[in-house]
Nanobody, 124 residues
Framework: QVQLVESGGGLVQAGGSLRLSCAASGRTLIFYAVGWFRQAPGKDYEFVAGVSRSGGTTTYADAEKGRFTISRDNAKNTVYLQIDSLKPEDTAVYYC?????????????????WGQGTQVTVSS
């Protein structure tokens, strides 16, 4: 089993940037594809971005292409989500999740391991 811990969230003004981190322990992250999801108040989980085991393939929610960048450093057992040009509607709890396959699914049901989430709040 792999344990995931997110960090890097916080309060930021619209137009700013954040880099979220997803640090893994227990089992090396090279065995997993990783996805980032978010949940805004009163809304369902939403896929944001995913990265394959090797880091060679990345996927994004169509609406977020260009502002979100997912990357991974397997040597550090960490996956990152860079968010630029933040908008108030990006306010949510952001979760990373690990999938024991090559590519990161866009649906929650494919993921076996989840972090506790990190809060991102964007003020206008």
């Amino acid at each position: 089993q792999v344990q995931l811990v997110e960090s890097g969230g916080g309060l930021v003004q619209a137009g700013g940037s954040l880099r979220l981190s997803c640090a893994a322990s227990g089992r090396t992250l090279i065995f997993y594809a990783v996805g980032w999801f978010r949940q805004a108040p009163g809304k369902d989980y939403e896929f944001v971005a995913g990265v394959s085991r090797s880091g060679g393939t990345t996927t994004y929610a169509d609406a977020e292409k260009g502002r979100f960048t997912i990357s991974r450093d397997n040597a550090k057992n960490t996956v990152y989500l860079q968010i630029d040009s933040l908008k108030p509607e990006d306010t949510a709890v952001y979760y990373c999740a690990a999938y024991s396959g090559i590519y990161a699914p866009r649906t929650r049901s494919g993921y076996q391991n989840w972090g506790q989430g990190t809060q991102v709040t964007v003020s206008s």
